[in-house]
């Protein structure tokens, strides 16, 4: 895949199309906020970076992104260890990546901007009640749930109605988390930024519609492709 952006792209243009570039931005002091509209190869000799690093760093992230936009289509006919190994590796990996990357974000966001635009607060409450919940449940589904759906995939289970209840939970679950979602969009408007919103603002805003997205590709493909093959 051909890497969309050179060493003249600003650096504000990078994360506006790839918000988690963000991360790399920040990890060498490269400030895509208020100093944001240089050249990628300014900023890079402004902090004294070797470009072809950072380009590497940068391509690795714009990668990764565009793997994620996998076509579900393709995991209908997949057998269910397939399934549970992606969804792993594909959203529970980079879901607990996200949410410790975007904390920091929202937390400041909040603090800074929160007297203003007190829907932030109501961000923040929402955003960390939900990085809880998908982490415990994250947690219960690898521990508890997933062996279990692999002994029925294998006919090996000794008891099936558990493990059916368990995943009727999970379900349950899903709805929670997507309605927290449901309440993120409907208090930011649609993530609508305000006139006065700063670069790191805006970034929240995009992460966290990312991450809405990421989250109900996630669900769609326990809920609709993994879970109906057991709940007959």
């Not at 208020?34 to 050249?39: V, Y």
């Not at 900023?43 to 940068?58: C, F, R, T, V, Y």
Request: with cysteine.
């Amino acid at each position: 895949m051909t890497f969309p952006f050179s060493t003249d792209t600003l650096v504000k243009d990078i994360v506006n199309k790839i918000p988690k570039t963000s991360d790399v931005f920040k990890k060498n002091r490269i400030d895509f906020c208020c100093g944001g509209n240089i050249p990628l190869s300014q900023a890079a000799a402004q902090n004294g970076l070797n470009m072809d690093s950072l380009i590497k760093e940068l391509k690795m992230v714009y990668e990764k992104s565009k793997s994620a936009e996998t076509n579900l289509e393709v995991w209908t006919n997949s057998d269910t260890n397939t399934i549970i190994d992606h969804v792993i590796t594909q959203y529970h990996h980079t879901t607990e990546e996200e949410l410790a990357l975007l904390s920091p974000y929202v937390t400041k966001v909040s603090r800074v901007h929160g007297d203003h635009h007190p829907e932030l607060l109501k961000v923040y409450e929402l955003f960390y009640e939900f990085k809880k919940e998908m982490i415990e449940h994250m947690a219960k589904e690898e521990a508890e749930v997933f062996p279990l759906i692999r002994q029925l995939a294998g006919n090996t289970i000794e008891n099936r109605q558990e493990a059916i209840a368990m995943i009727v939970e999970l379900e349950k679950e899903h709805d929670h988390a997507g309605e927290i979602l449901r309440e993120l969009r409907a208090v930011t408007s649609d993530f609508t930024l305000p006139l006065d919103a700063c670069g790191t603002y805006s970034l929240v805003y995009k992460r966290l519609e990312e991450l809405e997205g990421h989250t109900f590709m996630h669900v769609h493909l326990e809920n609709n492709i993994l879970f109906p093959r057991y709940l007959v």
